[in-house]
C-alpha cells in the first residue's frame, strides 16, 4: 500500500477521472438511453399485460354472469315446456276420460234400453201364453163342469140371478 501512495502522480488521477467521466458520459449518452428506453418498453408491455388480464378477467365474468343467465332461462324454459307438456298430456288424459265415459253411458243406456224392450216383448208374450193356457184351462173346466145336463140348468140359473142382482 505504500507503494501506491509513494507512487501516486497527480497527473496521471486527472487523466484518469477524465477517461472515466468521459466513459460516464458515453454511456449515458450510448448504453443508458437505450437500456432504459427498454426497461420503459417493458414496464409498458407488462403494464399493458397488466391491463389486457384485467380486461379479459373482466370479460369473463361477464361472460359468466350472461352463461349463468341464459342457463336460468333455459331452465325456465324447460320447466315451462314441462309444465305445458304435462298440463297437456294431462288434457288429454281427462279428456280420452270423459269421451270414455260418455261411450260408456251410451252403451249402458243402449243396454238398458234393449233389455228393456226385451224384457216388455218377454212380459208381453208370457201374458199371451198364460192368456191362452187360461182359456185352455177354462175351457176344460167349463166343459167338465157342463158335461152334465143338470150342472148346465144349475149355471144357467146362478148367472141369471146374479144378472138380476146387477
Known amino acids: 500500500m505504500e ?3 509513494g507512487d501516486f502522480s497527480i497527473g ?13 458520459l458515453l454511456a449515458r449518452k450510448f448504453a443508458w438511453k437505450p437500456i432504459l428506453e427498454g426497461l420503459s418498453k417493458r414496464e409498458e408491455g407488462i403494464q399493458n399485460a397488466i391491463e389486457a388480464a384485467a380486461k379479459a378477467e373482466a370479460k369473463m365474468k ?6 349463468d343467465v341464459m ?12 309444465k305445458d307438456a304435462k298440463a297437456t298430456a294431462n288434457g288429454m288424459i281427462e279428456e280420452a276420460k270423459s269421451k270414455a265415459s260418455q261411450e260408456a253411458e251410451k252403451v249402458l243406456a243402449s243396454a238398458r234400453e234393449t233389455i228393456a224392450g226385451e224384457k216388455n216383448a218377454a212380459i208381453a208374450e208370457l201374458k199371451t201364453q198364460v192368456a191362452a193356457i187360461s182359456l185352455e184351462i177354462a175351457e176344460k173346466v167349463v166343459r167338465g163342469e157342463l158335461a152334465s145336463d143338470e150342472k148346465q140348468k144349475a149355471l144357467a140359473s146362478k148367472m141369471a140371478e146374479d144378472i138380476s142382482l146387477n
Request: proline share 0%.
Open 62 to 67: 361477464e361472460l359468466t354472469a350472461q352463461n
Open 3 to 5: 507503494k501506491l501512495i
Open 71 to 82: 342457463m336460468q332461462e333455459a331452465r325456465a324454459e324447460r320447466d315451462a315446456m314441462i
Open 12 to 24: 496521471l488521477f486527472f487523466m484518469q477521472a477524465v477517461i472515466l467521466v468521459i466513459l460516464i
